[in-house]
């Protein structure tokens, strides 16, 4: 290694922001320079051989996640059925022009709430971008709706998340029972905050200034569309099945059952489904609803923030709350480096098992500060900044859009990770975390 990692770090941070100057400044895509710094930077500065950060470093999770997703959506997108459901959502509402926006919003709840968890993002932005696109309104309030609206009831202890969070509590260290009552009051606790910083965002974008919506009842949906709403609702009850049979029945089957069958598999699926069935021309899916563009930016830069996270971004930011911050900001400071941890490596595999058990040392420690609150300023804010575009949740949205509002996101996406991310230090420090304990 040529230079100290403290170094290295700088480095990193100062080229990705040369980056996407560079970006804006020629209208290019960036995700080839990610890759060119990452090389450089892992590889020449950093110590790592050029195959090991080419196969270490590339993203290959959020690539597959994104293609396997892009393509089964990608057929309800070419036939029409996308379009036709944010129809029957922006014709339910057409009086409401204000009401547009919260449509989204609510569809998110409803999902994540039934059991999707904050993958729900998946179903909900695609139908979204289709109601801004009636509606006129900002399209950056449908990444924050979904990802607002699918955090918000992501945590609830039947969801997904639940059994997701109860073991990164206890491998944080808190015990079952702890663990469980823990992730069940964040659970609820998440509800208003996401709220709240969707109607902050709602506000500063002008979310009521939607076009008056004239149009007539949408026509029926064609045998096609029909068929394809089918196997969306397929693919839907078979990602939540495992999680529902494992929790009644708990058994080493549902378990098996539960740890094998995932939101990819069900996608892979569920797009081969379509394929047999012919709901819509697969070359015209691959080449016209698969985003290379942002795959490349996103992998490209993917590599390049991987750099940092194998060179101890984490570990620096845990020793600055561990030593420097005072009792009354404690909870800001999770939010605010949770949120900061979380625009360059996952928060489920890092950002978590490092701060996490930091929590869990203040609270052995005779702390006052809300167990709760921090807990819940930390796991919400480092998934809000998981908006941005480098990021697999703001990936999967931002794929799910067309071209033209995928060039005008990218970085908006980013600055929006950027205000979210201020939105719950503000509330942080107001105390409104601690509200529920």
């Known amino acids: 290694m040529l230079v100290s990692e403290s170094t290295l770090l700088i480095l990193v941070f100062a080229v990705i922001g040369l980056i996407i100057a560079a970006g804006l400044k020629f209208d290019c895509n960036i995700g080839m320079l990610g890759i060119l710094g990452a090389l450089l930077l892992g590889s020449w500065l950093g110590g790592e051989s050029l195959m090991g950060v080419i196969t270490g470093y590339w993203p290959v999770s959020v690539m597959f996640i ?5 393509f089964f959506f990608g057929f309800a997108n070419q036939n029409g059925t996308l379009s036709a459901l944010a129809d029957r959502i922006v014709y339910t509402f057409k009086g ?22 904050t993958l729900a993002i998946v179903f909900v932005a695609p139908i979204g971008f289709q109601i801004a696109k009636k509606a006129k309104f900002d399209p950056i309030l449908v990444p924050i709706a979904a990802n607002c ?24 260290g808190w015990d079952e029972t702890a663990a469980t009552e823990l992730a069940t009051s964040f659970g609820f606790a998440s509800l208003l905050p996401c709220l709240v910083a969707f109607i902050v965002c709602y506000f500063l974008r002008k979310g009521w200034d939607c076009e008056h919506i004239i149009m007539e009842k949408p026509a029926p949906l064609t045998p096609v569309q029909r068929k394809t709403v089918g196997v969306i609702i397929f693919v839907l009850v078979l990602n939540v099945c495992p999680l529902f049979l494992n929790a009644i029945f708990h058994t080493a089957w549902s378990q098996y059952l539960y740890s094998h069958v995932n939101l990819q598999v069900c996608a892979v699926i569920g797009g081969i489904i379509c394929v047999f069935m012919k709901l819509a021309d697969e070359r015209a899916v691959i080449n016209q609803n698969v985003p290379w563009s942002s795959l490349l930016i996103i992998c490209g830069m993917g590599m390049l923030v991987q750099v940092a996270v194998r060179h101890g971004i984490a570990d620096v930011i845990g020793g600055w709350i561990a030593s420097a911050i005072p009792d009354w900001a404690i909870v800001a400071a999770f939010a605010l480096f949770g949120g900061l941890l979380s625009f360059c490596c996952s928060a489920l595999s890092v950002v978590y098992p490092l701060m996490l058990p930091m929590i869990f040392g203040l609270m052995q420690n005779g702390s006052k500060v809300s167990v709760l609150a921090m807990v819940t300023s930390l796991v919400l804010t480092a998934c809000y900044t998981g908006m941005c575009p480098f990021s697999q949740n703001g990936a999967l ?11 005008s996101l990218t970085y908006r996406m980013i600055s929006w990770s950027f205000i979210l991310l201020i939105i719950s230090v503000v509330y942080a420090l107001i105390g409104a975390y601690g509200i529920f304990g």
Not at 399 to 406: F, I, K
Request: glycine fraction near 12%.
């Open 397 to 407: 949205m931002l794929s799910s859009a067309d071209d033209e509002t995928r060039r």
């Open 66 to 70: 994104i293609l396997v997703t892009s």
């Open 149 to 172: 609206a699918c955090l918000s009831a992501g945590g609830l202890i039947w969801t997904a998340g639940g059994p997701t969070n109860v073991a990164l509590l206890m491998n944080a």
């Open 96 to 117: 409401i022009r204000w009401f547009a926006p919260f449509s989204i919003y609510l569809t998110g709840l409803i999902l994540s709430a039934i059991g999707v968890g």
